[in-house]
C-alpha cells in the first residue's frame, strides 16, 4: 500500500470512520504474511496511545455482555463513544464466532459512536482470540472507551491483562466462584470486581460480602488485593454510574504510568506470540524469555509494533 493511502487510512482510524474501522480489523484477523505486515504499518502509525482499554472477564453466565450493554448506553449518555471487541467461542463448522456475546448486546445499530466487533477463539486459551489485543488497540485509537469481553473461561482467564489497561472480573451471585479464583491465583489480576445481578436481592447481598470477606483475608495474607468492589445491576442500572466513576478513577492512577504499562504488556504478547510460533526452544535459542522481553521492550519504544517484532524474531530462527 502507498504511503499516501496508509496514512489516510490511519486518519479515518483515528476519526472512528466504520468503514475504515472495520477494514483494519478485517486485517487484524487474516493471518497471511503480506497481511501481518500491512498491520503491522498501520499499528505503528497509529501507535500505542488512546482512550482507556477495560477487560471484562468472569464466568459464563455472570452477565457480562448484558453489563456491556449498560456500560454503553451509560457512557453514550456521557457524550463518550465507546467500542467493543467481542470474543466468542468459536463455530465448529465454520470457525467464525458464534456471535452470542454480540446478540446479547442492546446496541443502537445506528449510533454512530458505538461499534462492536466479534471475534472468534479459534482454539485459543485464556478466553481470548489471536486478534483481540490488536483489535483494541485499533478501536482505542478512535473510541473514548474500548471494551474486551473475554469468552469466560473462568480461573484460567488471566491473558486479558496484556490486552487493556483495567481488568474488571464480575462474579455471579452464588455462584461459588471465588474459592475457584482464589486458588488460580486470579484475584490478584482485577482492578474492580463486580458482583453482577445485584437485583437478585439477599443471594447478591451475600456475595458481595463473601468477596469483600475473601479479599480482606488475602490482604492479611500478604497478597497484594487492591481493587475495590462493586454491586451492579445490568437490568436496572443500579450501581452502573458509580462502576464508570471506578473506571476513570483507575485510568486516572494509571494515566503517569500508562505508556510503560502498555509497553510491558505489548513486549509480553509479543515474547507469547513466539512461543507459540517456536516454542521454548527457540526462545531459548534466541537469549531466554526474559532477555527477549528486554529486547522486545527497546524495539517497541522504538516504534516497531508487535507483529513486526514478531516477524523479525521469527525470521531469525528460521533464517527467512
Request: charged letters at 25%; proline letters at 3%.
Amino acid at each position: 500500500m502507498a504511503s499516501a493511502d496508509l496514512r489516510a487510512w490511519t486518519e479515518a482510524v483515528r476519526g472512528a470512520d466504520r468503514q475504515a474501522v472495520a477494514r483494519a480489523l478485517n486485517l487484524a484477523e487474516d493471518r497471511r504474511p503480506e497481511a501481518r505486515r500491512e498491520l503491522a504499518s498501520l499499528l505503528e502509525l497509529l501507535g500505542d496511545a488512546g482512550g482507556p482499554r477495560i477487560g471484562v472477564t468472569g464466568p459464563p453466565g455472570v452477565g457480562k455482555s448484558s453489563l456491556l450493554s449498560s456500560l454503553g448506553h451509560a457512557l453514550r449518555a456521557r457524550d463518550l463513544s465507546v467500542g467493543v471487541v467481542a470474543v466468542d467461542p468459536s463455530s465448529a463448522r465454520t470457525g467464525g464466532a458464534l456471535l452470542g456475546d454480540r446478540a446479547r448486546m442492546t446496541f443502537d445499530a445506528d449510533d454512530r459512536g458505538l461499534f462492536v466487533r466479534s471475534l472468534a477463539t479459534a482454539g485459543e486459551g485464556g478466553g481470548l482470540a489471536r486478534a483481540a489485543a490488536d483489535a483494541v488497540q485499533i478501536l482505542s485509537a478512535g473510541f473514548d472507551r474500548t471494551f474486551l469481553e473475554t469468552t469466560g473461561v473462568g480461573q484460567s482467564e488471566t491473558a486479558v491483562e496484556h490486552a487493556v489497561d483495567t481488568v474488571l472480573l464480575v462474579v455471579q451471585p452464588g455462584g461459588g466462584d471465588l474459592l475457584q479464583f482464589i486458588k488460580a491465583g486470579v484475584m490478584e489480576i482485577p482492578d474492580v470486581f463486580v458482583v453482577g445481578k445485584s437485583d437478585q436481592g439477599a443471594v447478591a447481598e451475600r456475595t458481595f460480602a463473601d468477596l469483600k470477606s475473601a479479599i480482606a483475608s488475602l490482604r492479611a495474607a500478604g497478597v497484594a488485593v487492591g481493587a475495590p468492589v462493586l454491586s451492579v445491576s445490568a437490568h436496572d442500572g443500579t450501581g452502573v454510574d458509580a462502576l464508570i466513576d471506578a473506571l476513570d478513577a483507575h485510568a486516572a492512577r494509571l494515566a503517569p504510568t500508562l505508556s510503560e504499562r502498555r509497553l510491558r504488556a505489548a513486549a509480553a504478547r509479543a515474547l507469547g506470540e513466539l512461543l507459540r510460533l517456536h516454542g521454548e526452544r527457540g526462545v531459548a535459542a534466541l537469549g531466554g524469555g526474559a532477555s527477549l522481553r528486554q529486547r522486545f521492550e527497546r524495539e517497541l519504544a522504538g516504534g516497531l509494533s508487535v507483529p513486526a517484532v514478531v516477524e523479525a524474531t521469527s525470521a531469525e530462527l528460521t533464517g527467512g
